[in-house]
């Protein structure tokens, strides 16, 4: 299994990005899908999950209303769509799934992509 991150780039602040996770080497349905980001010198932060054929939601405190998941089920493929960015959003983002029902950032998530840049200037 193999997932595939990318969409990341550098934008102003208010501006909006992209980010895309496609997946590969199975399909999954109603497992879990979540984004995480690790900015420069900080730990590791859970920024939003769903199932990856749509349904529930969680995200962190920080990014609702701004950013929001989606998905096309039939390539595989779950979106992250940020709007209005921020500088504090500066972070690498990754993808990860789990074979899980749970929505949760404490899930052990099996399957990670390789991190997507984003970077926010002011």
């Known amino acids: 299994v193999q997932l595939q991150a990318s969409g990341g780039g550098s934008v102003q602040a208010g501006d909006s990005l992209r980010l895309s996770c496609a997946a590969s080497?199975?399909?999954?349905?109603?497992?879990?899908v979540a984004w995480f980001r690790q900015a420069p010198g900080k730990e590791r932060e859970f920024v939003a999950a769903r199932r990856w054929n749509g349904g529930d939601t969680n995200y962190a405190d920080s990014v609702k209303g701004r950013f929001t998941l989606s998905g096309d089920n039939a390539r595989n493929i779950v979106y992250l769509q940020m709007n209005s960015l921020k500088p504090e959003d500066t972070a690498v983002y990754y993808c990860a799934a789990a074979e899980t029902l749970r929505l949760c950032p404490d899930v052990e998530f099996e399957y990670w992509g390789q991190g997507t840049q984003v970077t926010v200037s002011s």
């Open positions: 080497g199975r399909t999954f349905r109603s497992d879990a």
